[in-house]
């Protein structure tokens, strides 16, 4: 769904600032396009594996390490498409949230640039359990707790700790286009992703475009909670 996403808003951005990137799951191949791609991370494992896939797949990546919630983002380059897959699913609060989002709208060109933006769904862990063939006693509890104590919670954002102490953080779906328009956004989609589960390789392109078609006109509308991620396409709003 993100590529699908990136190729109907940003087919011809020429560059690309990838926070969070990870191993270069999104970069390499949009550097395999001819994209000039900058990949960011606070993790140097992940990093070091993205220069090795780009190095294999014979393209330039860029790479810095850094934590966008605190560092200063390299240099003062803005960029036609900024992807924010995957940092907002570790804040430990609205600071972290908000602190990224600002270092987004930062990078982004101001007259035509696009950001995607994940979040996690508070649902997730809903739909995690639900694709489990059979639910252990203490799944239940642990999933009763979780849901009671967000029934009576209306926040956009909820922050929890994983055991080991990692922060994880949560959206409520149906509020977060409200949230980034408040923030000064344009917001030109809003996407539950991963509903029915991936694509297999292998599959004709033509059920996987009516795959994607189904997947994303539902993931709009309706369906907007049963994904476990929540997808945000916007631009700077020119109203800022
Ligand atoms: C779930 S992975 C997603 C990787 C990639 N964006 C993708 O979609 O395949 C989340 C990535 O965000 C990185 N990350 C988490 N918090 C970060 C932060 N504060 N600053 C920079 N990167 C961060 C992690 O190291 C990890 O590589």
Redesign the pocket.
């Known amino acids: 769904m993100?590529m699908r996403l990136i190729d109907l808003y940003c087919r011809d951005a020429k560059t690309v600032c990838?926070?969070?990137?990870?191993?270069?799951?999104?970069a390499i191949p949009l550097a395999k396009t001819g994209k000039k791609v900058l990949l960011?991370?606070?993790?140097k494992k992940?990093i070091e594996i993205a220069e090795q896939k780009a190095r294999w797949a014979g393209v330039q990546l860029k790479t810095h390490h850094?934590?966008?919630?605190?560092?200063a983002l390299v240099n003062n380059c803005t960029y036609d498409l900024v992807?924010c897959?995957?940092?907002l699913?570790?804040c430990r609060n609205i600071q972290?949230v908000e602190m990224?989002l600002d270092k987004v709208a930062s990078i982004m060109k101001d007259d035509d640039g696009t950001a995607i933006i994940?979040f996690l769904s508070k649902y997730s862990k809903f739909n995690d359990a639900s694709r489990k063939k059979i639910l252990q006693d203490n799944d239940l509890t642990c999933l009763c707790d979780y849901y009671e104590s967000l029934m009576h919670n209306d926040t956009v954002f909820s922050f929890q700790k994983r055991s080991g102490g990692i922060p994880v953080s949560f959206v409520e779906p149906s509020l977060i286009k409200a949230f980034f328009v408040e923030k000064g956004f344009a917001v030109l989609d809003v996407v539950a992703s991963d509903v029915f589960g991936s694509i297999e390789s292998g599959i004709s392109l033509s059920e996987t475009n009516r795959f994607l078609n189904v997947a994303h006109e539902l993931g709009r509308t309706i369906k907007l909670n049963d994904g476990n991620h929540v997808l945000m396409v916007v631009k700077k709003s020119i109203n800022k």
């Open positions: 993100t990838d926070l969070g990137g990870g191993t270069g799951v999104y960011l991370d606070i993790s992940e850094c934590d966008c919630f605190s560092d992807l897959l995957g940092p699913y570790h972290d990224t994940a």
